[in-house]
């Protein structure tokens, strides 16, 4: 599956307030705390790791229709394995291919909750023009003084978006580990209604 993604705002991805909201609410993501890292294991023996971030990206969410909608954006020029041979080998064309495919994206509308909090995101991942099926679960999860956030993990195999250079010897299967912390947005202030002076009813806002 190809294409753009449908929403290509972005998060690692989705959280929510300890209570379930009366209203459908919007988490602005924290790009200092948001970021994905990746794990494959080099020549069967240890393991590469790295990381991309930080990540910009809008979780909306309905705990109590238990729907919403996660976007996360991934800047591929971010790459950081702590060596810059190491980067610059697999920002080339038959890896992650960063100057023709320069942004990933993670988009997930299906979320399944337990206890008003999100525990798996299932959607599509697009690196190098390809989309493939992601599902994200959580690790762990939690709201406080109006911030949630989470750990996700996740699997891919690199090969299914053209990225097969060195399989098997390095491996094809991936680990991601997603980290996304935002802040619930604050809503407008709810118009009332008030007798005017001619007896006429006007809207005014609830914090006049």
Known sequence: MTGTPRLATAAW??????????????????????FVHFEVLHFGTSTLRGRFGPLAGEVQFDAVAGRGRVGLTIDLNTLDTGLKLLD???????????AAQPTAWFVAER????RGLPVELTGEFTLRGVGQALTL???QVSCRDGRCGGDFEGWLSRSAFGASFGVPLVA?????????????????????????????????????
């Open 13 to 34: 991805l989705a959280l929510l307030p300890c209570a379930a909201p009366a209203q459908p609410q919007v988490l602005d993501l924290d790009p200092a705390h948001c």
């Open 88 to 98: 610059a080998r697999l920002r080339q064309p038959d890896l992650l291919d960063v």
């Open 111 to 114: 979320l399944r909750f337990e």
């Open 137 to 139: 679960t959580a690790q």
């Open 172 to 208: 094809d299967r991936v680990h991601l580990r997603v980290q996304v912390e935002g802040r619930l947005r604050t809503p407008p202030p709810v118009p009332t209604v008030t007798p005017a002076a001619d007896g006429q009813r006007q809207p005014r806002a609830a914090n006049d």
